[in-house]
C-alpha cells in the first residue's frame, strides 16, 4: 500500500527530474549559443534521460495506485559564465538529487516500503553514474583550461555520446 508520504514525496521527485531536464536543456541551449555542438548534444541527451527517470516514478505511482500531480516547473537558469561553470552547476545539481533520493529512500525504510526501495536502488546506481560522468568533464575541462584546442577536442567527444532513445 502506497503511503500518502510517499506519494506526495514522489511526486515532489518526478517535478525535480523534470526541472533537472529543463535545466539541462537549458544549458543545451548556452552550448548551442556558442556553436559548441558536441556539448549542446550531450546536454540534450542528458535532458531527455532526465525526463526517462521522472517518467519511471510516474509510472511507478501509476503501477501502485496512486496519483500523479504535476505542479510548476521553476525557471532554469540560463546564462554562465564559461563552460566549466556549467559542467561545475550541474555537478552540484546532481549531487543534491542524490541527496534527495537518499531522503526518499530513508522515508521509504522508516515506512516498510519495499517496492519504492525496489525501485530507488535503480536510482542510487544511476546517480552514481551521473556524478561519475558529470565530474570526469569537470576535470577535463579544468585541465584544459582556457585552451580552444581542448574545448574543441571536449566538444568532438562529448558529440559522440549515443542517445538513450
Ligand atoms: Fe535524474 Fe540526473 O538525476
Same mark, same amino acid.
Given at each position: 500500500?502506497?503511503?500518502?508520504?510517499? +506519494? !506526495? #514525496?514522489?511526486? !515532489?521527485?518526478?517535478?525535480? !527530474?523534470? =526541472?533537472?531536464?529543463? #535545466? =539541462?536543456?537549458?544549458?543545451?541551449?548556452?552550448?548551442?549559443?556558442?556553436?559548441?555542438?558536441?556539448?549542446?548534444?550531450?546536454? &540534450?541527451?542528458?535532458? &531527455?534521460?532526465?525526463? @526517462?527517470?521522472?517518467?519511471?516514478?510516474? *509510472?511507478? $505511482?501509476? *503501477?501502485?495506485?496512486? &496519483?500523479?500531480? $504535476?505542479? @510548476?516547473?521553476?525557471?532554469?537558469?540560463? !546564462?554562465?559564465?564559461?563552460?566549466?561553470?556549467?559542467? +561545475?552547476?550541474? $555537478?552540484?545539481?546532481?549531487?543534491?538529487?542524490?541527496?534527495?533520493? =537518499?531522503?526518499?529512500?530513508?522515508?521509504?525504510?522508516?515506512?516498510?516500503? =519495499?517496492? #519504492?526501495? @525496489?525501485? $530507488?536502488?535503480?536510482?542510487?546506481? /544511476?546517480?552514481?553514474?551521473? /556524478?561519475?560522468? #558529470?565530474?570526469?568533464?569537470?576535470?577535463?575541462?579544468?585541465?584544459?583550461?582556457?585552451?580552444?584546442?581542448?574545448?574543441?577536442?571536449? *566538444?568532438?567527444?562529448?558529440?559522440? &555520446?549515443?542517445?538513450?532513445?
Amino acid at each position: 500500500m502506497l503511503s500518502k508520504t510517499i +506519494q !506526495e #514525496t514522489i511526486n !515532489e521527485q518526478i517535478n525535480h !527530474e523534470l =526541472y533537472s531536464a529543463y #535545466t =539541462y536543456l537549458s544549458m543545451s541551449a548556452y552550448f548551442e549559443s556558442l556553436n559548441l555542438r558536441g556539448f549542446a548534444h550531450w546536454m &540534450r541527451a542528458q535532458s &531527455r534521460e532526465e525526463v @526517462a527517470h521522472a517518467m519511471k516514478f510516474f *509510472d511507478f $505511482l501509476h *503501477d501502485r495506485g496512486g &496519483r500523479v500531480v $504535476l505542479p @510548476a516547473i521553476d525557471e532554469p537558469p540560463a !546564462e554562465f559564465e564559461s563552460p566549466l561553470e556549467v559542467f +561545475q552547476q550541474a $555537478l552540484g545539481h546532481e549531487r543534491k538529487v542524490t541527496g534527495l533520493i =537518499y531522503k526518499i529512500y530513508d522515508l521509504a525504510v522508516k515506512e516498510k516500503d =519495499y517496492a #519504492t526501495q @525496489a525501485l $530507488l536502488n535503480w536510482f542510487v546506481a /544511476e546517480q552514481v553514474e551521473e /556524478e561519475k560522468s #558529470t565530474g570526469e568533464i569537470v576535470e577535463h575541462l579544468k585541465q584544459s583550461g582556457n585552451d580552444p584546442t581542448g574545448l574543441l577536442f571536449l *566538444d568532438k567527444q562529448l558529440g559522440e &555520446r549515443k542517445s538513450e532513445d
